[in-house]
């Protein structure tokens, strides 16, 4: 990135001090820099350039981080690049599982011999029933929401983000092949062993799924932050000096990159996959998302020697959990209010830092920085635990939203094709809100922080579902069949309520608003707060709040029929809304932390050798150097660049 006001003399005495950041920084290949050894400075080395990066770049001062405005920065090219991988991977997810309900209910048509029902027929294979293709899509979502744990502990542990995406992708590719084996010709008609094949290839299709998924959103933000690990000063073309500040931009990244992820959702739901499977057959509407999800390993090949790759680091969960017993033995109490109070004080992670521990246990092998992140990625592990209530609006909209739909006047639309208004919202909303709300609110000064937004969510999606109780309730008002809607054989022989499908329309917005504040945001939060070397186990138990969310709407099960529907609607409604205040004023004080939080020095790590691995380059341990002379000289409230991780 360039500077807009750097001095040019200045640059080149930056650029003869610092060696060039390389192309690639590939895990096969780290930089070693051990905690011992010692880097020698002197107060004369202070001077006025130390205010320029390596690259000309020009970080702020203290004043100029007190006063100029700040904005995002340019997002590279590269980080597109892993979008498209997972614009492809969820074609690939969604194009797939939206057959499974027919593959699995409904039995092979008379004289088919690929599930096709032709014209007039429905398309089936399996025969199995309602109840059999209800549990198996379940398990087939919950399964790919809690397998993001153990990929992201994988990863951060032994693979490392890169490998394990390619693993992940193995195993997906794996998982596609056999499903698309099931409902081959020859294969399909013998409905108990293409069962047995299919229930496989569930298995692996959704643990690549789970592996991908903890691991790609926190590849997309590690590729800026590796080369723009600070704020900047720019300067625009107004002639406005701003500051670029890697955190919101980090926000941007996320907003684009899920802007990519529905549009694939969306291509994956409404291609012509379900003309496949009616005209064609089931093989063919397995063959086309396999084809296309081909393309992600061949561009994570092609990109990856472009592409930053932290190493993984060992037994990093291991020691977290021996981080926080030693730091409860050393302040425990049997009182429990008196305990409470010392686990909410600063001293609590204060006497579990190497630095006021006489004798260190074995497994010590971090400083005191990394002990300021784990006590930072478990802030963001409390923010987590509100989330499954966030999910139970959200997924109203693939289940009982669509049951409203098939009650309203379709004019032949399929009723489950309306809940694609979520990513036809999605593609809108996003754009607008990156480029015009978001900026509008910076120039007004107004800081939209991560846990304001995710306080947002929650009243968005409560108010989601307050607009589904009003038309449900107009359903029962004006439809022939009254209280019982929902019943096929009334509204065969009745109709409908007088009422468009397209009433649902303000539903659908609104949750994709909330998606906006809350799912994007939670990605944001899971890789912003959490250890570096703990982001994809982070991610991992973001995603898992989903499946638990999936758990808890089993207790709603009950009120989903005629004539309790309204109240389903009313008490998620009033749970979000409750929850919306308990959120803020639990993590209030958090929000208030947002700057120091961002801000916190980066540690080191010693892996499972024992060594302290720098996962930059020399040039990013120079500037270490570089900032530890400005905090000394000017004490600017900016945390140091992480150089070993390991």
């Known amino acids: 990135m360039s500077s807009g006001a750097a001095n040019p003399e200045s640059a080149e005495i930056a650029k003869a001090n610092v060696p060039p950041v390389p192309e690639s920084l590939d895990e096969k290949q780290p930089q070693h820099f051990h905690k011992d050894e010692t880097l020698h400075t002197s107060d004369s080395d202070i001077s006025a350039d130390l205010l320029v990066g390596p690259n000309g770049e020009q970080y702020p001062t203290d004043e100029e981080l007190k006063t100029l405005r700040r904005t995002q920065g340019h997002v590279p090219m590269i980080i597109y690049t892993i979008g498209i991988i997972e614009c492809c991977e969820r074609f690939a997810y969604y194009g797939t599982i939206v057959v499974f309900n027919n593959y699995i209910n409904w039995p092979l048509p008379e004289g088919s011999k690929t599930g096709a029902g032709g014209t007039d027929g429905q398309a089936g294979a399996l025969g199995y029933g309602t109840q059999a293709a209800t549990g198996l899509t379940l398990f087939s979502s919950f399964f790919s929401y809690v397998t993001p744990m153990l990929g992201g502990w994988l990863a951060d542990t032994y693979w490392g983000r890169y490998k394990t995406i390619n693993v992940a992708i193995g195993l997906a590719t794996f998982g596609h092949i056999i499903i698309l084996i099931s409902a081959i010709p020859g294969v399909i008609e013998k409905s108990t062993t293409a069962m047995g094949i299919f229930c496989l290839g569930l298995i692996f299709f959704g643990m690549g799924v789970g592996f991908f998924k903890c691991n790609i959103s926190p590849l997309v933000a590690e590729q800026y932050e590796m080369e723009h690990p600070r704020a900047v000063v720019f300067t625009e073309k107004s002639g406005e000096r701003v500051i670029h500040d890697p955190v919101m931009t980090i926000a941007r990244i996320y907003m684009r990159y899920y802007f990519l ?63 926080l017993g030693f730091a409860l033995k050393r302040n425990w109490s049997f009182n429990p209010k008196k305990l409470l109070n010392r686990v909410r004080s600063d001293a609590f992670w204060e006497s579990a830092k190497p630095s006021n521990v006489a004798v260190k246990p074995s497994w010590m092998t971090f400083d005191d920085a990394w002990v300021d992140e784990i006590c930072r990625g478990l802030s963001a592990c409390a923010v987590f635990v509100f989330l499954p209530i966030y999910w139970l609006s959200y997924s109203q909209m693939t289940n009982n939203l669509v049951t ?35 900026p509008l609110l910076l120039r007004a000064g107004i800081r939209f922080t991560p846990l304001k ?139 208030a932390e947002e700057d120091a939080l961002n801000a916190l020095p980066e540690s080191t790590y010693k892996g499972r050798k024992g060594s302290v691995v720098d996962v930059d380059v020399e040039a990013l341990r120079q500037e270490q150097i570089r900032q530890d002379k400005i905090r000394k000289a000017q004490g600017l409230a900016r945390g140091s660049v992480d150089v070993s991780s390991k």
């Not at 081909?294 to 190493?311: D, E, G, N, S, W």
């Not at 009650?407 to 909303?429: C, E, H, R, S, Y």
């Not at 947002?456 to 109780?469: D, E, H, K, L, P």
């Not at 995603?543 to 998620?572: E, M, R």
């Open 453 to 591: 937004k995710i306080t947002a969510g929650f009243g968005v999606g409560s108010a989601s579902m307050v607009v589904a109780a009003l038309i449900q309730h107009y359903i029962y008002v004006k439809s022939p069949c009254g209280k019982h809607a929902t019943n096929g054989d009334c509204i065969a022989e009745r109709g409908p309520p007088d009422l468009s499908v397209w009433v649902q329309t303000p539903a659908y917005v609104l949750i994709a608003l909330a998606e906006i504040f809350t799912s994007i945001t939670g990605l944001e939060y899971a890789f912003t707060k959490a250890p570096k070397n703990m982001r994809s186990f982070i991610t991992g138990l973001f995603w898992f709040t989903n499946a638990f969310s999936s758990a808890i709407g089993q207790a709603f099960v009950p009120l989903a029929k005629d004539p309790l529907f309204i109240w389903l609607y009313v008490i998620i409604a009033c749970l979000s809304f409750v929850a919306m205040f308990v959120f803020w004023f639990t993590f209030k004080k958090l929000d």
């Open 261 to 323: 992820i529905n549009v694939g959702a969306l291509a994956g739901q409404i291609s012509m996959i379900f003309y496949l499977e009616k005209y064609v057959g089931f093989w063919l509407a397995y063959l086309l998302p396999t084809i296309l999800f081909l393309f992600t390993p061949a561009i994570m090949i092609f990109c990856r020697k472009r592409y930053v790759k932290r190493p993984p680091t060992g037994s990093v969960l291991s020691k977290s959990f021996h981080l």
């Open 404 to 438: 409203q739909a098939g009650t309203l006047k379709l004019n032949g639309l399929p009723n489950d094709l309306v809940q694609n208004l979520d990513p036809i919202a999605l593609l809108i909303l996003i754009p607008i809100c990156d480029k015009f709300v978001y």
